[in-house]
Structure formats: structure tokens, C-alpha cells
């Protein structure tokens, strides 16, 4: 066969023989949106091919996590979408004769080899725009399909299964659409596991430029051909399928339209002066539900109100971009949307429930969807909470950034995300990077950092500032130039603020 990705077709025949010949395969995956459907791409693959296994999620994968996944009785553990930055460690375990590891990532790897090692950054490929963990576990899961197939899936239908998901087929035989609308062969091959992997590269913010590319796009392109995904120019604003029509133009902040983003008000003044039926059956429609035509009313208007306002041109082009569209989702649901459906599974991530996300990807649309949209609706109030409280509170100004310490009144996973939106709300500048701290545990005090591309284009570099400022006090950190993170000794905060300022004040002088 030919997989999507040539560079790497040798390895993921390598890692899929050995998952092949294994009595049975512990998969082990990060608990965010690319993890998740990494899982769910796996769990899939695997148990097509007839594969017993059972699934953990970790939200790091430290020395504890790898000794207790040494600790199981599985001999051949599968890491998906990480695995790559441990293998120093998860390598003393394979010369311990304890696991094999076969690992699917794109994470930089740690100084150490082993044979069933598929990274697109070892084949000469971008791990973090070209090929995500999602996409990995894709390539290996057509891989699988290919190897693996036939002998060993009838075999082991009689054999013991101690997997603990739930087969996707079970799921999906009572949706009806999918089993229609996807051809066996696309089954067969794996190729209907394309959509996840798209749903993985885009909740990585593989996407960031517009659209997918390198690698990912192969992955697209089979995706299209088995009918699981469609492409599109389209508006680049989040909610398309699920945001009443007012919503999705008075949320989206990306480009900034005075006088409609951020204004409940001014977005209805915009609609109300367009020649449109705004609403059906007295409820509010969504663009997805819009007819080509009534998009393109509204998109032009909304680009003739960027042009007036004096919106920079190379703005108003990031308000089209590409969209990925999962086919057989229905309709006004946010799992048709690959960034809404990533969104999505990031919720049921943020407060430990991979049990629910990995089960929405496996197909269930019953409890587990319901359960997520909950999960979408808390962190959305939780994150509204947490603006006021920082709103209300204030922010401390240093010379070059500013802070403020939620100690734990907001939780860690979404301290950072908190003091980016909070940025530009009266008393917190958007002229400076914000440092937030929020409690972890009894020791440790999570910082998170956020700036604007402005301030990147001017020099700054947080993922430099968050790693040198952390270690600096016996932490560590990293990140992005524009949102980074760290963990701190409790205790040392004022000292990481100080370091901080100093070196923000260097990368903008
Ligand atoms: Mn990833």
C-alpha cells in the first residue's frame, strides 16, 4: 500500500507489525483534543485489526505515570501523541525488559532511539504545523489496516478482549448515516479515521496560518476521498455551526470589526440592515443552516464594514479561510465543525474527563455527547467567572509586564486562557504581556503567560521568558512567543515576577 505520508510508510510498517504480533496492547494517550483523537484513531485501528487492548490517559506523562505503565502486565504499551520527550526514561524500562514501546508523537525527542519510533520531525517533517499526534496515530492506523488485517482479526474474535472502550462499530451501527455514507472500503483501510486525525491537527492549532498543509493536507486529501471531510473556503469564525448568527459575529475577535465584535448590539444592527431571514420558527439561524447565497450577503457586508472602519487589508483577508467540514456529522451539531469538535473534546480534557471525549469520538452521540456540552457550557461560565474576578480585581504593573495571582480561586488548566481574554479590559493592558499565577497543589504554583502579536512583532518571546524565569527558581516552562507556561516552586512567585520583567524589558528594548 501507499500511506499518506511516504516519508514515513517504513516505520509505521515497522510499529504496526509489532502492535500486530502483540497478545495484547496497553494504549496510552495525552488528555487534550489531539490526544483524545489520537485514542480514539488507535482504539479504532486496533481493534479493526483484532487487537485486545485497554486505554489510559495521563496529562503528563512523568517518571510516576511511565513506572506505573511499566508496573501493568502489558508487555507492548502504544504512546500516542506523546512518548517522544520520554523516552529517556520509558527507555530504561525497555532495557529493563519491562515494555516495548511503540510510540506514535511529534514532540521533540528526548536523546534516545528505539525501533518503533514514528515522529515526523526524525523523517524531515514539521511536527508542529505539518503532523500531529492524531495524524501520527493516523499513518500508523493505515498502516495497521494494511499489516494487520484478516487472519488476526478472525482469530482473535474468539479470544479474550480486555479492552475497556467500546468498539466503534457498536457505536456507529446505530447512527445509520455513518455506516451508509462511508464505503466499506474506507472501513477497511482506515481511511474513515482521516476525520479525527483532521479534528487532532486542528485542536493542535495546526491550522493557525488558514489551513493545513504538508503532511496533513495528504491526510485531508484521503479524508475527501473516503467522504468523511469536506474543504472550503468559508468565514474564519468560530461557532459556525452551533452560534445563533448574532453570536458567532459578536464573539469573533480574531479580526476585530468596530462597532460588531465585542457589540451584542451593533451585531444586530448589522444583520437587522441586511436583506436576510435572521430567523426560522422564532429561533435565531446559524450559518451553517444559511443557503450559499445568504453567506455571501453576509460575509460581503461584513467585509465592506471592515474596509470602512479602516480594518488593515491583510486583517480583513484572515476573515476567509479554509474549513473542515466532517461529513457525516449532522448539521448544526458542533461535531460537523473540526474546530468546534476540538473545542469540544478540550473541555471534557480541561476537567479530566477523557473517558467522555475519547467516548464522543468513538461515535457515541448519546450520554457522552450531552456530558461534553456540559462540560463546553462549565468551562465556558468558568472562564466568564475568572474575566470578572481579574476584571474586578486588578492587576499588579510591573515596568514591563503586569500580574495577578488567583491563588485558587481559578482553576490552573485555565488561568492562562483567563488572563489572555481578560487582556484590554479596563485596568489591564493590552501594551504589556500578563503573568498569571493560579495554585496547582500544596507546592506548586502554575504561571501562565500571555501577550499579543504586536507585542511578538516588537520581540517578545514568552516561551524564553516563561523557561528561563521558572528555572531560574527551580521550575520549568515553555511554550509559544505569545502564550507560554511554566510550574513554580509555591512561594517563589515575587521573584518569577522580577525575572520576568527583566526579560520581557530585554526582548522589547
Ligand atoms: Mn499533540
Known amino acids: 500500500m501507499t500511506g499518506p505520508v511516504p516519508e514515513l510508510e517504513d516505520r509505521a510498517i515497522a510499529c504496526a507489525k509489532r502492535l500486530c504480533a502483540a497478545d495484547r496492547v496497553l494504549l496510552a494517550s495525552h488528555i487534550d483534543a489531539d490526544g483524545l483523537t489520537s485514542a480514539a484513531i488507535a482504539a479504532q485501528a486496533l481493534e479493526r485489526a483484532g487487537i485486545p487492548f485497554e486505554t489510559v490517559f495521563e496529562k503528563q506523562l512523568d517518571e510516576d505515570a511511565i513506572s506505573a505503565i511499566a508496573d501493568t502486565d502489558y508487555d507492548t504499551v502504544l504512546f500516542t501523541d506523546f512518548g517522544s520527550g520520554q523516552l529517556d526514561v520509558i527507555g530504561e524500562y525497555e532495557d529493563a525488559g519491562d515494555l516495548t514501546p511503540v510510540i506514535a508523537d511529534h514532540h521533540q525527542p528526548a536523546d534516545r532511539e528505539t525501533d518503533y519510533h514514528l515522529n515526523p520531525l526524525l523523517f524531515g517533517i514539521n511536527g508542529a504545523s505539518e503532523l500531529s499526534g492524531a495524524g501520527a496515530s493516523y499513518v500508523l492506523a493505515r498502516a495497521l489496516a494494511d499489516v494487520c488485517s484478516g487472519s488476526r482479526a478472525a482469530a482473535a474474535d474468539g479470544g479474550e478482549r480486555v479492552d475497556e472502550s ?199 452521540r448519546g450520554g457522552a455527547l450531552e456530558r461534553a456540552r456540559q462540560l463546553l457550557r462549565e468551562h465556558r461560565r468558568n472562564l466568564s467567572n475568572g474575566i470578572d474576578l481579574v476584571t474586578r480585581e486588578g492587576v499588579t504593573q510591573e515596568d514591563h509586564v503586569q500580574w495577578f495571582h488567583a491563588g485558587d480561586r481559578i482553576r490552573e488548566t485555565i488561568v492562562g486562557i483567563v488572563a489572555g481574554m481578560a487582556m484590554g479590559n479596563a485596568g489591564i493592558s493590552r501594551s504589556k504581556p500578563i503573568v498569571a499565577f493560579a495554585d496547582k497543589n500544596d507546592e506548586e504554583v502554575k504561571v501562565s503567560a500571555r501577550g499579543t502579536h504586536s507585542l511578538v512583532r516588537k520581540g517578545l518571546d514568552l516561551s524564553i521568558v516563561m523557561g528561563d524565569a521558572s528555572r531560574a527558581i527551580g521550575g520549568d516552562g515553555g511554550g509559544h512567543d505569545v502564550a507560554a507556561g511554566a510550574t513554580v516552586p509555591k512561594g517563589n512567585e515575587e521573584a518569577f515576577v522580577e525575572r520576568a520583567d527583566e526579560i520581557v524589558g530585554e526582548q522589547l528594548s
Open 166 to 364: 467500546r468498539s466503534s462499530s457498536e457505536h456507529r451501527s446505530d447512527g445509520g448515516a455513518v455506516a451508509e455514507s462511508t464505503g466499506p472500503t474506507a472501513r477497511a483501510d482506515n481511511r474513515d479515521l482521516a476525520a479525527l486525525a483532521v479534528v487532532g491537527a486542528v485542536g493542535d492549532m495546526q491550522a493557525a496560518g488558514g489551513e493545513l498543509h504538508g503532511a496533513n493536507a495528504e491526510i485531508v486529501a484521503e479524508g475527501v476521498e473516503a467522504g468523511v471531510i469536506e474543504t472550503g473556503k468559508d468565514l474564519a469564525l468560530y461557532g459556525k455551526q452551533t452560534r445563533p448568527l448574532p453570536k458567532l459575529l459578536e464573539y469573533a475577535t480574531d479580526v476585530h470589526i468596530p462597532g460588531i465584535s465585542n457589540d451584542a448590539n451593533g451585531a444586530l444592527r448589522f444583520l437587522d440592515e441586511l436583506d436576510l431571514e435572521l430567523k426560522r420558527d422564532g429561533e435565531w439561524r446559524r450559518w451553517a443552516g444559511l443557503t450559499s447565497e445568504e453567506k455571501q450577503t453576509v460575509a460581503s457586508a461584513l467585509v465592506r464594514r471592515a474596509v470602512s472602519r479602516g480594518v488593515p487589508a491583510t486583517k480583513i483577508d484572515g476573515l476567509v479561510s479554509t474549513a473542515y467540514v466532517l461529513s457525516e456529522e449532522s448539521v448544526g451539531t458542533e461535531l460537523r465543525d473540526a474546530s468546534e469538535f476540538s473545542t469540544l473534546l478540550n473541555a471534557t480534557a480541561r476537567y479530566e474527563r477523557a473517558d467522555v471525549g475519547l467516548s464522543v469520538c468513538l461515535g457515541d
